[in-house]
């Protein structure tokens, strides 16, 4: 990988780091495996750092010295106490921390360095959080070289920009510690938000809290008057208990020794939790009718809806969204890792690494050349996915033709004339006697639409090549719809017209053939196979009268085998009389 660009989604709670690998775009993980990294920072007091999941690990020991949720502080002004919660560091530094460790991880992953990224950040971020964003990125060594919006990366990974202009998607984010909800439109390949709203100060931090206190309450504890050690002992029990619950319908509260002394075990029920979470959710909703109102959308005008954040892995959180926009949302990618990933992909556009998927496109309709009796012979079907090749041999109809028309045709139905024509080319060849020359036609459709076509004359190796520029891709959708339509509506006579043209063909080969193998072997049928013979012939002479296409075909079928022992006696004849002249 030359150069690549990463996608990092910087969150409040958790961070991640990805890349597109050989067209794919995935997440690192870490030495422990692990894709998501707490953005947490424990700064010692001799200056000593440790950074994600490290930092959380002394949150029981040292919790005064692990700086969480910095993001809230980013681009602000910061009061007093905030200064001194950052130990004389800046939001901007902190990030920086988080960021480095990130680029350390892919690093290590890719084994190369990381100069580039593309960072995530909320939708409602005004400039100068942006600005502070993509400073923390150069302190951690990186050029930034796109800020783009949370919602925007979720709706890309989701591939919702894949569903056209003025398509509106519907974000909702619940995470750690924040919420919202965006509501974005497709206008000229790009999402614009159209509203966005939340609260900054919502999400499972919340959740984990009032499990906390409420179990510490039962415990017969007095939450305010908890040391710091013991109360993150209660939260991190809670946030487990939490996360069960959301695929489990019973769960047990369990903290041995709590103080040392005492323990407590309790049972939380699903439904219990979903009562206990119901105006925090029913919160989130309002900020939804907001958003609705805001964009002045109703919710049937949103063509699809999609869950980040790591807590709309809850139940109760995705039915009432569900219930709200009135459909059912996309469920497909892991509602923490969409955003990193949206990053990722819009990195990977940006490098060039992405380039395959996002021009991946298939044939409208389908392309063919016209045959004998004009037919269309289809050589790359509808919807096949370009680039493609595909390629025939076909021969001469007539003895002694000089050269060969080939149109080249786009359509679905099974007559040239019905077809829409694209170009053509007159290949010539050596005159040869009726279905000896040999004309391979070859279709070539690159990513860019345009397809060449290559004729070749097999003995001499001549070629001929058409060159025809986008017509082959660039179809309206309108069109395409008539011409496939048509096809449908006239497929029942087209397919009798087809049935029609090749029975005639053949029985046009047929009648001269059979002729002359009965001027030369007459003598060596019997009269009951000679009467067969002329009563099939009659017959389809009789059904070329008649214009019926199934009739027409029989016949010939018919007339086929009742020459096949005389074509067998021709051939052993031939045989007999060269291999006797070789002997003698
Ligand atoms: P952020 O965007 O704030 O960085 P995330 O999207 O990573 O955060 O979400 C983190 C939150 O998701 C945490 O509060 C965590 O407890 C919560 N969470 C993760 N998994 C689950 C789960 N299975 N059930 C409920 N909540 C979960
Ligand atoms: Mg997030």
Redesign the pocket.
């Known amino acids: 990988m030359n150069d690549p660009i990463v996608g990092i ?1 910087l ?5 991640a780091i990805g890349v597109v690998d050989s067209g794919f775009p995935l997440l690192l993980a870490d030495e422990e495996g692990k894709r ?1 990294m707490p ?1 947490a920072v424990w700064i010692g007091e001799d200056g000593s750092v440790e950074i994600g999941r490290k930092a959380l690990r002394r949150r029981g020991a040292d919790g005064a010295r692990v700086i969480t949720s910095v ?1 809230r502080l980013m681009g602000r002004e910061l009061d007093t106490r905030e200064k001194q919660s950052l130990f004389g560091k800046s939001p901007e530094e902190i990030s920086a921390l988080i960021l480095g460790e990130l680029k350390r991880v892919a690093e290590w992953r890719l084994g190369q360095p990381i100069r580039k990224a593309v960072i995530t950040v909320p939708a409602y971020f005004h400039d100068g959080q942006r600005q502070a964003t993509k400073r923390a990125g150069e302190l951690a060594g990186l050029e930034v070289v796109r800020i783009i919006n ?1 919602p925007t990366a979720a709706a890309l990974c989701y591939g919702l920009d894949q569903l056209g202009e003025r398509s509106r998607v519907a974000v909702y ?6 919420f919202d909800l965006s509501i974005l439109e497709m206008q000229e390949g790009v999402f614009q938000v159209l509203a966005t709203h939340g609260d900054t100060r919502l ?3 919340d ?2 809290l009032a499990m906390a206190t409420a179990m510490a309450r039962r415990a017969g504890l007095d939450w305010q008057a908890l040391p710091q050690e013991q109360r993150v002992r209660w939260q991190v029990e809670a ?1 487990r208990v ?6 489990s319908e019973r769960e047990t509260f369990a903290l041995p020794f709590y103080d040392g002394v005492n323990s407590f075990s309790a049972d939380v029920t699903r439904e219990q939790w979903q009562e206990w979470m119901q105006p925090w959710i029913a919160k989130t909703i309002a900020c939804c009718h907001k958003a609705l109102n805001d964009a002045q959308l109703l919710p049937q005008e949103i063509n699809a809806v999609v869950l ?4 709309t ?2 139940p109760a959180v995705r039915a009432a969204v569900e219930q709200c926009f009135g459909r059912v949302a996309d469920v497909s990618q892991h ?2 890792e969409a ?1 990193a990933l949206g990053a990722t992909i819009q990195a990977g556009m940006l490098s060039g690494a992405m380039k395959q998927m996002v021009l991946l496109d298939v044939t409208p309709l389908s392309l063919g050349i016209e045959t004998l009796g004009g037919l269309m012979n289809v050589l790359i079907p509808r919807n096949t996915t370009i680039p493609c090749k595909a390629g025939e041999t076909f021969t001469n109809a007539v003895a002694g033709q000089k050269a060969m028309r080939i149109r080249v045709l786009q359509g679905e139905r099974e007559m040239a004339r019905d077809n829409w024509e694209l170009g053509q080319v007159d290949v010539p060849f050596e005159p040869a006697a009726k279905g000896q020359a040999r004309i391979g036609v070859q279709f070539r459709l690159d990513e860019n639409g345009i397809l060449e076509v290559l004729a070749r004359d097999v003995s001499t190796g001549i070629d001929r090549i058409l060159v025809i520029e986008n017509s082959a891709v660039d179809v309206s959708d309108e069109k395409v719809g008539q011409m496939v339509s048509e096809s449908v509506e006239h497929a029942f006579e087209d397919m009798a017209e087809r049935v029609w043209t090749e029975a005639k063909l053949k029985a046009e080969e047929l009648l001269p053939a059979v002729e002359g193998a009965l001027s030369i072997g007459s003598e060596w049928l019997s009269e009951e196979e000679l009467q067969t013979i002329e009563a099939a012939r009659a017959d389809v002479r009789h059904a070329l009268e008649g214009k019926e296409a199934h009739r027409l075909k029989q016949a010939v079928q018919e007339l086929d085998r009742a020459t096949e022992a005389l074509a067998a006696k021709i051939v052993e004849y031939a045989m007999e009389q060269a291999t006797g002249g070789l002997g003698s």
């Open positions: 989604d969150g409040t709670t958790n961070s998501i953005s993001k949370e984010d619940l995470g750690g510690g924040t999400g499972g931090d959740l984990d946030e939490k996360c069960a619950l959301s695929s980040v954040g790591g807590s892995r809850i509602p923490d955003i």
